[in-house]
């Protein structure tokens, strides 16, 4: 992949094949909505550029939206993917963690969807709560989804096997367009059952474990379902998506609500807690909006 016009053509394709609750869910974004709109005159920072939170808040007629994400070819993709007039959105190249001077007491609503899976805690979460915190208004809010294993036993061997079981009894019953749809929910739920058992005490993923899981559901699933649109979920989901280097993914830390209001606590921030009912399990993927404490 040489030009950024081809860069932009392969994440649109990988993230055109995927769904909740890999992308936000319903109700993540009613949730997201409702915390924007409590501003009349919103000014809105997108950490990354998720094409349905850059699209709520073109609908919402935001006076100012900015995204920033690293990689060029990225945000092309997410243009493409959007659904509303994105000409008045300042699309941004640049890391998270670098602060930006002039996006000083610049919004009043910042947003993000999942990205604090891909920075390492607790340092680089910090650093971003303090960088997002000078960016906020003093009424300002940030609003964030994470994903975390919730407290309970959780078999990896037997989710997928029961989601597989159940996807080919439903399979059987649908035709070709509803089994691939049917097919983008199952390996997107299973993108997220990948990390099951993985999180260690730090709050690191095991990387190897993860890699590991990911290579043999992508060997699994070309065996079971050979078709070429299939295939080309399957490598969305296991081969593509948060895997931008060899040996190691994307994602690293997932840390529940409890120590991620702690460090939003010691870095000035108040917040509340949505745990959303995301499959598949329930309250993994949660949310929080987080306020600058008094
Ligand atoms: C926002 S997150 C999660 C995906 C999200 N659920 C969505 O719907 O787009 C994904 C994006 O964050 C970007 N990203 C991760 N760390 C970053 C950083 N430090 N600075 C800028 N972009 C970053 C990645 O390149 C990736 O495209």
């Not at 030009?3 to 319903?26: C, I, R, Y």
Request: aromatic share 10%; hydrophobic share 40%; proline share 5%.
């Amino acid at each position: 992949m040489n030009t950024e016009n081809d860069q932009a053509q392969h994440f649109a394709n990988v993230w055109g094949k995927l769904t909740a609750p890999v992308k936000p869910s319903e109700d993540g974004l009613r949730i997201y909505r409702e915390e924007a709109e409590r501003f009349s005159d919103k000014r809105i920072l997108i950490l990354g550029a998720t094409p349905e939170l850059v699209d709520m808040a073109v609908e919402s007629g935001a006076e100012k939206i900015v995204s920033i994400e690293r990689f060029p070819g990225v945000v092309a993709a997410m243009r493409q993917l959007g659904k509303k007039d994105w000409s008045s959105v300042d699309m941004v190249i640049g890391n998270w963690l670098e602060d930006r001077p002039d996006f000083h007491s610049a919004f009043n609503c910042i947003l993000c969807d999942g990205g604090l899976l891909f920075l390492e805690y607790p340092a680089q979460w910090g650093q971003l709560f303090r960088i997002v915190r000078t960016y906020l208004e003093p009424d300002g809010v940030f609003v964030a989804k994470e994903w975390a294993e919730p407290p309970g036993i959780w078999d990896y061997d037997r989710m997928l096997q029961d989601h597989v079981a159940a996807f080919k009894e439903e399979a059987s019953r649908l035709n070709l367009e509803q089994k691939h749809r049917a097919y983008i929910k199952l390996l997107s739920e299973l993108r997220i059952i990948v990390f099951v058992n993985a999180t260690q005490d730090d709050g690191s993923f095991d990387q190897d474990l993860l890699i590991e899981r990911s290579d043999r559901l992508i060997e699994k699933f070309e065996k079971e379902f050979p078709d070429n649109s299939m295939i080309g979920i399957t490598h969305a989901a296991f081969k593509y998506l948060a895997r931008s280097q060899p040996g190691t993914t994307d994602t690293v830390a997932g840390v529940r609500y409890d120590r991620t209001s702690e460090l939003l606590a010691q870095n000035g921030f108040e917040s509340r807690y949505f745990p959303l009912p995301d499959p598949p399990i329930p309250d993994s993927n949660y949310m929080f909006a987080a306020k600058l404490s008094e």
